[in-house]
């Protein structure tokens, strides 16, 4: 560990001597669905500054952090974007490479959906169907078997008597890991699992969910191509697509803006971005660009990125993570990581 640390140092000295001349621009990796957001703040901070725009890239959380986390240098992103909070062992790792000082910045919120096409059936689910629906084992009347229910209409008599295709995103992505913790494992434990039962759960891979890559845009094409199926995405996604998709009711409540930001919508989440405080004054625009990011105009009640689907922070908790980022304050370890 201790020669590891010594060659880190030795990485950041050479990175800081030599980076200036070796990229212009900022290099940010991540969460598809905080892609957009992240995009229009480029775009935006390219128009209005003398940076360069910053070049954003939707590798899905897992693997944009894992990108974050592979080491400080021009060779490796500056900014990882994610639609959950940071992993303990995404720390760890981030701290093995030599990223030692991480700067985290919440901008926002987001409900992770269940949709389909504009004219295919209403879906009104409770998280106990989704479960039940998707998991690979599923225990009723306090047995566990293999999960054999074909049709959404056998999980619930109440549903379409549609077959349970479920167009999703992979292991790789934060609205994945989001969409097993909020609506799975949360429906196994209404079904009568304790906790740790409950997060073993595991989805499907017998076809009746179908991973569809990390292009959420993709996801909204293909179910208008086959109104049987549904997919899961986040509310960006179908805030810019209503004309084409819908959302499902989850316990009886539709994915809305004011419901996901009143917190009545069940299956919604944090969004971030994670920033490496050994590229600022290193790679041109980096402190900037966090200052357009949590600027009123980006992220506040009547933001540009508000406009394309984001659900913005409370005044006071907005006031808290733009001190972080004037101060470039840095995660310390203690945070509630899971």
């Not at 880190?8 to 980076?19: G, P, Q, V």
């Not at 703040?41 to 990108?67: C, I, N, R, Y």
């Not at 913790?181 to 740790?196: F, I, N, V």
């Not at 208008?224 to 209503?242: C, M, W």
């Amino acid at each position: 560990m201790k020669s590891r640390n010594i060659l880190a140092i030795a990485a950041l000295a050479a990175f800081s001597a030599t980076a200036a001349g070796a990229r212009d621009e900022i290099r940010i990796v991540g969460s598809s669905t905080v892609f957009p957001f992240s995009t229009a703040v480029a775009e935006q901070f390219g128009k209005k500054t003398d940076f360069a725009t910053p070049v954003v890239e939707a590798t899905g959380s897992g693997g944009g952090l894992k990108l974050f986390c592979s080491g400080v240098g021009a060779e490796h992103p500056d900014i990882a974007n994610s639609s959950r909070r940071m992993k303990k062992k995404e720390f760890d790792l981030c701290q093995s490479n030599g990223v030692t000082d991480i700067i985290e910045v919440k901008i926002g919120f987001d409900g992770i959906v269940i949709g389909n096409a504009i004219d295919s059936p209403a879906y009104d689910l409770t998280r106990q169907d989704i479960y039940k629906a998707l998991a690979t084992e599923v225990t009723q009347y306090g047995r566990t078997t293999e999960n054999a229910f074909g049709n959404w209409s056998e999980v619930n008599p109440s549903l379409p008597a549609q077959p349970i295709e479920v167009l999703g995103p992979p292991p790789t992505s934060g609205t994945r890991d989001a969409f097993e913790e909020l609506a799975m494992q949360a429906g196994a434990r209404d079904a009568g699992l304790d906790k740790a039962a409950a997060k073993k759960v595991t989805v499907r891979s017998d076809g009746a969910y179908i991973e569809a890559g990390e292009n959420d845009n993709l996801i909204v094409s293909k179910l208008e191509a086959d109104p049987a199926k549904l997919g899961v995405f986040g509310f960006s996604f179908l805030d810019q697509n209503a004309d084409r998709i819908k959302g499902a009711k989850v316990e009886g409540v539709e994915p809305t803006f004011d419901n996901i930001a009143s917190g009545d919508y069940p299956v919604s989440r944090d969004l971030w971005f994670y920033v490496k405080k050994a590229h600022i004054g290193v790679i041109p625009g980096i402190a900037e660009y966090m200052t357009e990011f949590l600027d009123e105009d980006a992220i506040g009640e009547d933001g540009y990125a508000v406009e394309k689907g984001l659900i913005p922070l409370e005044e006071d908790e907005l006031e808290q993570f733009q001190s972080a980022v004037t101060d470039l304050t840095v995660m310390t370890g203690e945070e509630e990581l899971h």
